[in-house]
């Protein structure tokens, strides 16, 4: 049904696009040619709407056009977007936090991850970009603003994202 409809469509603007041609043809050999005043006169309209059915004829088909091509890229950003969830569980699956008695975070250890995420974080190019982007969001100044001690900051109920990074850094200190 969809086919069809937008098949006949496509074929409707198509015939409008060429019945547009001999109209602005007519508008202009009027307006070159044309015998009386009269004649004359009706050259302006006729090269409007010649040029009028011309233009949505074409924005008809290039609209026909662009709509399978919107439908293409769509689909296909849809089936990326599949793609990096499922990479996204199948490399962190195993990452889950373990519970440390007395403390109000989780603790994250790199061995908990996919192989491919432990060679990221090893990786001294990549933790190099990691760095950079915990400098620029200055979460270490942020925790170092607190003024805590340690065993106050192990002991504060700390977000999942204060305990991932205090985990990096573990991580991290162990490769260094």
């Known amino acids: ?11 409707l603007n198509v015939i409008t696009l ?32 010649g040029v009028f059915v011309f233009l949505v004829s074409l924005a008809g088909c290039v609209g026909a056009c662009l709509l399978w091509l919107y439908l293409a890229v769509m689909l296909l950003l849809i089936i ?10 199948v490399v962190t699956n195993k990452g889950a936090g373990h519970a440390v008695s ?12 996919s192989y491919w995420l432990q ?16 400098v620029q969001g200055k979460v270490c100044k942020n925790l170092q603003n607190q003024n805590q001690t340690w065993d106050q900051f192990i002991d504060s109920n700390l977000s999942p994202i204060h305990g991932i990074f205090s985990g990096f850094f573990t991580i991290r200190s162990l490769f260094a």
Do not use: H
Request: charged content about 20%; hydrophobic content about 45%; glycine content about 12%.
């Open 102 to 113: 007395g403390r109000g975070f989780m603790e994250y250890r790199l061995g908990d991850y």
């Open 1 to 11: 049904m969809v086919r069809l409809s937008n098949g006949l469509i496509g074929a």
């Open 18 to 49: 060429l019945l547009s041609v001999p109209i602005l043809g007519g508008g202009i050999w009027l307006s070159q040619r044309g015998a009386t005043d009269c004649e004359r006169f009706r050259d302006v309209p006729l090269i409007a709407i």
């Open 80 to 89: 990326l977007l599949v793609c990096f969830t499922i990479f996204a569980f």
């Open 119 to 134: 060679r990221r974080v090893e990786n001294a190019k990549n933790w190099r970009s990691i760095r950079s982007c915990l």
